[in-house]
């Protein structure tokens, strides 16, 4: 099993486990491989050492203090946004197109008040606003949008 450190073009990084050197190039040239934060299939392998075992004679080689706190930082931003990406879809209702329509709807109380998430158009998003209707753009990660396997 090859565990390979890998980032997207947007620059998060994130693991990627595969039987195989052969195996990552597969699926890479498939494009299976995306990012799990932002679904970018733009993936590239980050440079890596093995972790070698040559017995309790030599202490392991520890990363920098700078480096392993940006690492430990940058995986816990995406593991943070991840959990509450998935906090969103769990409690909202997916309105699809129709959700500046149902935001109205529930604002001025001709639908019953729950959270809901969609799509809409910069121009739908901005009159939502100036009629004082609040919403957030929300970028979900791609693995969020479709049926876990």
Not at 5 to 34: P, T
Not at 44 to 70: D, T, W
Not at 101 to 127: L, P, Q, V
């Amino acid at each position: 099993m090859k565990v390979l450190d890998l980032q997207c073009a947007n620059k998060h990084v994130f693991e990627g486990w595969f039987s195989s050197e052969a195996d990552f190039q597969d699926q890479q040239g498939m494009g299976q491989v995306e990012c799990p934060v932002c679904g970018n299939a733009t993936v590239v392998k980050m440079i890596s050492a093995p972790r070698l075992n040559f017995g309790s004679e030599r202490e392991a080689v520890q990363p920098s203090p700078e480096v392993a706190s940006s690492v430990v930082t940058t995986q816990s931003l995406q593991a943070a946004w991840t959990a509450v990406a998935q906090l969103v879809v769990a409690n909202t209702d997916d309105v699809g197109d129709q959700f500046a329509e149902e935001a109205r709807k529930i604002h001025y109380g001709e639908a019953e008040e729950r959270g809901i998430r969609g799509k809409a158009s910069r121009a739908e998003t901005e009159s939502l606003i100036e009629e004082g209707i609040a919403v957030m753009p929300l970028v979900l990660p791609e693995f969020l949008k479709r049926p876990l396997q």
